[in-house]
């Protein structure tokens, strides 16, 4: 017999608290010229109040502690944006999307945006697909497949102007799985830690085969003495060939 369906107790965050942290969070994102407005505050209470939530049955994150989520979730997604300078109304897909990082944020601070979510996982779509409805977002969409399958699909393959992954794979193996998903004159946005400049030098393979080329590194440092962060922007200058990405497995033990 199936047990019975039980929706989990929600956060147990007093309204104090969660100001708080928004109050924080937007001063901190103005000193790195992001300004959040009243919607978009409202709508990251709703995604923190859900996501903890929702962590206690999905395993969603690690980070659990109200100030870490709002420092090494919000403000690592955030802050770089100014430096990225997404076009208007432009599309974006989050490979390896998971909890929602860095796209749900992305999307709150940019209504204009469309986005797509990609996740191999049903249970964290369905996640996903409840984060949208919870926050009443539009133009994103959260999408059950595997990258190496969906970028081989003419429907999604070279039709985005960004890509995006964070804390998913080294960068060379993200390169196979991301820039297949960009139109030529779009960038992949690859959200890393201090260890960047690693990953680049054996990435540079990869990134010239699938036709890109590394146009920007934004570097900034969490507060409180958290780390540093590095974002690297890779810009689509010529098709991916037909080839790639290949099989997960190959992906993984052959490597770019």
């Known amino acids: 017999?199936?047990?019975?369906?039980?929706?989990?107790?929600?956060?147990?965050?007093?309204?104090?608290?969660?100001?708080?942290?928004?109050?924080n969070l937007k001063q901190m994102l103005?000193?790195?010229?992001l300004t959040l407005d009243d919607t978009s505050l409202k709508q990251l209470d709703l995604f923190t109040r859900y996501l903890l939530k929702w962590n206690t049955v999905i395993n969603l994150t690690a980070i659990t502690k109200?100030?870490?989520?709002?420092?090494?979730?919000?403000?690592?997604?955030?802050?770089?944006?100014?430096s990225i300078s997404l076009k208007q109304n432009s599309s974006?897909?989050?490979?390896?999307?998971?909890?929602?990082?860095?796209?749900?944020?992305?999307?709150?601070a940019r209504q204009d945006l469309k986005i797509t979510l990609l996740d191999s996982?049903?249970?964290?779509?369905?996640?996903l697909n409840g984060t949208i409805k919870e926050l009443h977002l539009s133009n994103?969409?959260?999408?059950?497949?595997?990258?190496?399958?969906?970028?081989?699909?003419?429907?999604?393959?070279?039709?985005?102007?960004y890509a995006t992954a964070r804390a998913v794979a080294p960068l060379n193996i993200l390169c196979e799985y991301?820039?297949?998903?960009?139109?030529?004159?779009?960038?992949?946005?690859?959200?890393?830690?201090?260890?960047?400049?690693?990953?680049?030098?054996?990435?540079?393979?990869?990134?010239?085969l699938l036709g890109g080329e590394i146009s920007n590194i934004v570097e900034f440092s969490l507060p409180?003495?958290?780390g540093i962060r590095q974002v690297v922007v890779i810009n689509k200058i010529k098709q991916t060939p037909r080839q790639f990405p290949r099989k997960a497995q190959i992906i993984k033990n052959k490597p770019l």
Do not use: W
């Open 178 to 208: 991301c820039l297949p998903f960009v139109k030529q004159g779009g960038s992949f946005i690859a959200y890393k830690g201090i260890n960047a400049n690693e990953e680049i030098e054996c990435s540079k393979n990869a990134i010239g």
């Open 30 to 33: 103005i000193s790195k010229k």
């Open 92 to 108: 974006l897909i989050d490979v390896g999307a998971g909890a929602g990082f860095p796209s749900i944020p992305i999307k709150i």
């Open 66 to 82: 109200l100030n870490e989520i709002f420092i090494k979730h919000y403000f690592d997604c955030l802050a770089p944006l100014p």
């Open 121 to 127: 996982l049903q249970k964290r779509v369905n996640f």
């Open 224 to 226: 409180f003495e958290e």
């Open 1 to 23: 017999m199936n047990k019975a369906y039980i929706e989990p107790k929600n956060a147990n965050i007093s309204i104090d608290e969660m100001n708080n942290e928004l109050n």
């Open 140 to 161: 994103i969409t959260a999408l059950h497949i595997r990258a190496e399958d969906a970028s081989h699909n003419k429907l999604y393959r070279e039709i985005f102007d």
